[in-house]
C-alpha cells in the first residue's frame, strides 16, 4: 500500500506540482492549499507523511504540524 502523503502550500502551483511528483514516485498524494483543509481531511483520512510550506495566511505550517503531531503521532 502506497505511503499516503499531504502537501501543504498556500501558493496551489507548488503543491499541486510537487503531489504529481510524488504520484509519480508512487506516492499517495494529496495538495491542500491552507492549514485547515489538511487537518480536517486529516480526521478522516490520516497521512503518513505532512510536507507544508511554513510561512502561510491563517495558520502556518509550524503551528498545523504541533496539531498534526498531537492528533496524529504515527505521522
Not at 24 to 48: K, M, N
Not at 51 to 57: A, L, T
Request: glycine fraction near 4%; charge should be negative; hydrophobic fraction near 45%.
Amino acid at each position: 500500500m502506497a505511503k499516503r502523503v499531504y502537501v501543504v502550500d498556500d501558493e496551489k502551483c507548488i503543491a499541486d506540482t510537487l503531489a504529481v511528483i510524488l504520484c509519480h514516485a508512487g506516492y499517495d498524494a494529496s495538495a491542500f492549499y491552507d492549514a485547515q483543509s489538511a487537518l480536517e481531511q486529516a480526521a478522516s483520512c490520516s497521512p503518513d507523511l505532512v510536507i507544508s510550506d511554513v510561512v502561510m495566511p491563517g495558520m502556518n505550517g509550524v503551528e498545523m504540524v504541533i496539531i498534526f503531531r498531537e492528533r496524529h503521532p504515527d505521522c
